[in-house]
């Protein structure tokens, strides 16, 4: 898994730099303005740096993990379950058309 | 972008200075009765957003559960693959904005597949008849969830200037196993074809493990594929392009011979090959560009806290494998032992995708050369000229038998037989129904064989005589002319007989 960028470490030296969050930003698709960028930087970095504190209790023989409980194997059986209707499911759409969920011309390329 | 391409290199010339490496992504979509995360139903052509759960909406509170058949699937395709098979994995959340993945992040695996480290070793024809084998390593097979379907509405029609998207759900979360290779070097020449040979073995295997509908033209299998070119000798890869939802066999094997001469052209030009997605046209034969990879290739994975980890006990893999259907290259092997098909008759029963259908005529009774001849020539060919596949001609293996059964009683010959093919394929009944209801049994009536007989000869004199002089070979236009007048319905042996003792020969 990738690091949290920024997350120096136990030692608590954290830097977020404007472009990281510049590069978060565009990523999320949240257009920020440079005042923004240089208002949420250090922020972030007192975020981050409280976060990676943690990591200055957990000692070596601690491994990192995803999920607190040491449970395996939840499975479901391959069992239909009734879900919505498609008049349930566009309820709560902005917009519809066709029986479908209508949004915005997609500026972005096909993933 | 526009569809303008760069002027191609003659693929011949590529070689010369080139050695491709190929990559393929295949993307299988299981055939469990609901999806991967969900109960929801995943039958193909249902109405719009008719199977749909807050779950696969990605509505807030939702929360994910696994589905076990859609795990085993994944460890029954890694087995079949000779794969490792992870002691423990995880889920991850591949975070991207797009509407057709309503989370906005889909839940695939990362860096923790289920499966990884094995291979398949596949054949190719070579010119000669014989067979080439080259070994795919395959990386990884993993888990995960596929899209929805988007309309794009606008002028255009296409993606880039669409007005706006209408999205249907019912298709996102249907579980999907992607397969990953290593990258395939060494084919040179027989880079297209070892790609298409990849891709149709993989789809015969995923047949025999009934995992999927493996069906590329409704999309439960779809297939990308990376190319990239390096100086011939050198042993290093170039960079590489990714051509995305090639979705026949045919074009899996046009888009390398295209993407070869392509990148061979930029190359060779002093350019260089930018790593990106590219789009097939399967109209033009061509591809075009997508989007830069670099960038967007930033997808945040992290593990998916709503999911435990998957850790399948050994007992439990053992289990599967004892489930593996016999692997499709040994079932051929084993096959051709028995019927003692040559390799070039072996590779038309295959390609003709008669194998099973020849497999069952003989196991109904008709030897392997009887059974190879009407499925590959009288069939295969009707099968052609109707645009059908052979299963779907209407045909079955226990009727070509009971015709083969018919034409060695002697009822029928192999001409008549061909009438009662058209018969069977316009529904007229069972074999011996349309021996009786056209009336093509063969005539034994010796009285009638006999004056038939008598008719040819006096009609042709000249041949007559020749005979009479011992020219035997000159009683085939006689043959002709009494099995013209029996409208085919004699048995061509006793005509022969005949007409050689009524001349004296
Ligand atoms: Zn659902």
Redesign the interface.
Known sequence: ??EIPGANGPDGQVAITREEVA?LAD???IDLSDAELDHLAPQLAVIVESVASISGVAGDDVPAT??P?P???????????P????AQ??A?APAS??????????L???? | MSAATTTLVPFEDVLATYDPALGLEVHVELNSATKMFCGCPTEFGADPNTQVCPTCLGLPGAMPAVNRKAVESAIRIGLALNCEIAEWCRFARKNYFYPDMPKNFQTSQYDEPIAFEGWMDVTVPTEDGEVETYRVEIERAHMEEDTGKSLHVGTSGRIHGADYSLVDYNRAGIPLIEIVTKPIVGAGARAPEVAKAYVAQLRDLIVALGVSDARMDQGSIRADVNLSLAPKGSGVLGTRTETKNVNSLRSVERAVRHEMQRHAAILGGGGSILQETRHWHEDTGVTTSGREKSDAEDYRYFPEPDLVPVAPSREWVEELRGTLPENPTQRRARLQAEWGYSDLEMRDTVGAGALTLVEETIAAGTSPAAARKWWLSELARRANDAGVELPALGVTPTQVAAVQALVEGGSINDKLARQVFDGLIAGEGTPEEVVEKRGLAIVSDEGALSEAVDDAIAANPDVAAKIRDGKVAAAGALIGAVMKQMRGQADAGRVRELILEKLGS
Do not use: C, K, W, Y
Request: glycine share 4%; aromatic share 4%.
């Open positions: 898994m990738p590069h990523l999320a698709r995803s999920h409980l449970v395996t194997n939840v499975f479901r059986e391959d069992v239909v379950v879900g919505l209707t498609a499911a566009l709560a058309e066709q029986q479908r969920f209508s949004v915005p011309r997609i972005g390329d096909e993933q």
